[in-house]
């Protein structure tokens, strides 16, 4: 989707059409969740600090994040997968990855595949979706940031190395800003830079990711697209204002952050073993406590029990605390931990 969470406030609020729009809190430790592309052109970019993209764009509107409407527009699009291709790998909120080689429409066109899902996308969402079409997901990922917003582009199998030889290596999917740096100062700037270096080089420098960076190098990518990939954990956190400091301040920050994980328990029938509370100071310091019980948890008041026990293990306090979230773990997504509820004991 193309700038989804703005977009979806765009559609909404007539008002912030054509301008730029943060999704986020515009308080001094706010972040950017979602930029609108109006925002974008100021240098505005998701997980910016919000002074940060106040400072790049004076006027900046902020708008709070509407997560439940954004989940439900997800489904939508899901469903519009589904109509093609049972087999969907979701990535987030607004990403996910298709398989259409035998999709349930016999088209013999991915790429009138695509043109048809973002159609019916903008017409039963009045949103923009851009899509990449190639015979791999890591061309697929790549030529679907090269005609946003409200495009497409294909990397033919003909094309797949030449396409990769001229990107930079900081476009590359998996790629991020340091190591981006790193390959850098290696002297390697683009895909036909990396094709040159050995395995055992890029290994050496980057350990187990540089197998994969030879074979992106040489734009090849055997994975395949995991429909229902079993999820791991869920959690929410969230980052204040002021330090926070006292017992009944943190247990009011990290309520909202239990209730909503043990709401998406109750959506999804998903329960857990492990509840971690993520703590993270006024100097960055970062700890984490967990706890987990034999059996799965199996009602609000068990896990805000486990929850008001971890902040009070954190007592007393030698710093504030600026941000707080919580995470359960150990679901019963697998088939050997599903239907077994066993007594909590910690």
Not at 73 to 98: C, K, N
Not at 171 to 196: C, K
Not at 241 to 253: S, V
Request: proline share 5%; aromatic share 8%.
């Amino acid at each position: 989707m193309d700038a989804f969470y703005a977009s979806v406030e765009q559609r909404d609020h007539p008002e912030l059409r054509g301008k730029p729009v943060a999704v986020g809190g515009a308080r001094e430790r706010g972040v950017v969740a979602a930029a609108s592309y109006e925002a974008r052109r100021f240098g505005v970019r998701s997980a910016m600090p919000s002074v940060t993209a106040l400072r790049k764009c004076p006027e900046l509107l902020f708008v709070p994040p509407r997560f439940a409407v954004y989940k439900e527009i997800s489904r939508q699009i899901r469903a519009i997968f589904a109509e093609y291709t049972p087999l969907i790998e979701p990535v987030s909120l607004d990403e996910a990855y298709l398989d259409v080689t035998h999709n349930l429409k016999q088209l013999a066109s991915a790429t009138q595949i695509a043109r048809e899902i973002r159609a019916k996308i903008l017409a039963e969402t009045q949103l923009t979706a851009s899509a990449g079409i190639s015979y791999n997901k890591f061309l697929a990922k790549l030529a679907s940031d090269y005609r946003k917003p409200n495009g497409q582009f294909v990397v033919r199998p003909e094309q797949g190395l030449a396409f990769v030889e001229g990107l930079a290596v900081g476009q590359f999917h998996g790629v991020g800003p340091v190591t981006a740096a790193r390959m850098n100062q290696l002297g390697i700037f683009t895909g036909a830079d990396l094709r040159e270096q050995p395995v055992e080089f890029l290994q050496q420098q980057f350990g187990k990711a540089g197998r994969y960076y030879f074979a992106i190098a040489r734009a090849e990518d055997h994975r395949p697209v995991v429909a229902d990939r079993l999820r791991k954990s869920m959690g929410s956190e969230t980052t204040f204002a002021q330090d926070l400091w006292e017992f009944t301040d943190l247990l009011d920050g990290v309520r909202p952050l239990m209730e909503e994980v043990w709401e998406y328990c109750q959506r999804s029938g998903i329960r857990g073993r492990t509840l971690t509370l993520k703590v993270k100071f006024a100097d960055f310091q970062q700890i984490t406590r967990s706890r987990s019980s034999v059996g799965l948890i199996s009602s609000q008041a068990v896990l805000e029990r486990i929850g008001r026990e971890l902040v009070e293990g954190l007592f007393p306090l030698a710093k504030g605390v600026r941000l707080l979230g919580i995470t359960l773990s150990n679901l019963n997504t697998s088939p050997q931990a599903a239907g077994h509820q066993l007594t909590l004991s910690l």
